[in-house]
């Protein structure tokens, strides 16, 4: 069991608007809505967020790391204004076809994260959009959560096919999966 309340989110699609044109600038960075409330909720009932995200623009020359770090440094300032943060930003800057370590579903984001906090990830909440995110975070112990936002809206209203961990929990949005993790929370402290 972890001696931080931790939860790992992925970025796009699940906490701003996803684009398949990347997001490029600050220009294009959206965030999902209720996505930042939402993390600042978590903060405020004590939980760390952290974020894990492929960023295969940088891999493809897309953009430059000065464009990503604009782009977050947008997000927090977003997120101050909601009294949120996100601790920190893990990404993997590789194309697919570089065969990396840490490219979503590969766990090497993950075992980053684990290693940087000195503790085990088996039933941190791993929230994101896509297959992708929610392998990565079970191959690491992560308990899977789907948002139907970006990659995840093409599940609305059907079931999700076998290849997703049989475990996961499926939300209509980041705001609905911490509304999730709070109200267990709650009465996991009741039941103490």
Same mark, same amino acid.
Request: glycine share 8%.
């Given at each position: 069991?972890?001696?931080?309340k931790?939860?790992?989110?992925d970025r796009?699609?699940?906490?701003n608007v996803?684009?398949?044109?990347?997001i490029?600038s600050?220009?294009?960075?959206? %965030? @999902? +809505? &209720?996505? #930042? /409330?939402? =993390? *600042?909720?978590?903060n405020?009932?004590?939980?760390?967020? $952290?974020?894990?995200?492929?960023?295969?623009g940088?891999?493809?020359?897309l953009?430059?790391?000065?464009?990503?770090?604009?782009?977050?440094?947008?997000?927090?300032?977003q997120?101050?204004?909601?009294?949120g943060?996100?601790?920190?930003?893990?990404?993997?800057?590789?194309?697919?076809?570089?065969?990396?370590?840490?490219r979503? %579903? @590969? +766990? &090497?984001? #993950? /075992?980053? =994260? *684990?290693?940087?906090?000195?503790?085990?990830?088996?039933? $941190?909440?791993?929230?994101?959009d896509?297959?992708?995110d929610?392998?990565?975070?079970?191959?690491?112990?992560?308990e899977?959560?789907?948002?139907?936002?970006?990659?995840?809206?093409?599940?609305?209203?059907?079931?999700l096919?076998?290849?997703?961990?049989?475990t996961?929990r499926?939300?209509?949005?980041l705001?609905?999966?911490?509304?999730?993790?709070?109200a267990? /929370?709650?009465a996991?402290?009741?039941?103490?």
């Open positions: 069991m972890t001696l931080i931790l939860v790992i989110l796009d699609g699940t906490i996803d684009s398949d044109e990347y490029k600050p220009a294009e960075w959206l %965030p @999902q +809505p &209720g996505s #930042l /409330e939402a =993390i *600042a909720r978590l405020h009932a004590g939980w760390h967020v $952290v974020i894990a995200s492929n960023q295969s940088l891999g493809r020359g953009f430059e790391v000065t464009d990503l770090n604009a782009v977050h440094t947008l997000m927090h300032q997120l101050a204004e909601f009294g943060r996100v601790d920190a930003v893990f990404y993997c800057p590789h194309a697919p076809d570089e065969a990396c370590h840490c979503k %579903p @590969q +766990p &090497g984001l #993950l /075992e980053q =994260i *684990a290693e940087r906090y000195g503790i085990s990830l088996k039933g $941190v909440p791993m929230v994101g896509a297959l992708r929610l392998l990565a975070g079970v191959s690491v112990g992560c899977p959560h789907l948002v139907l936002t970006g990659k995840g809206a093409a599940y609305q209203g059907r079931p096919p076998e290849t997703f961990p049989d996961t499926v939300h209509a949005d705001s609905a999966c911490v509304d999730f993790l709070l267990r /929370e709650d996991m402290q009741a039941a103490q």
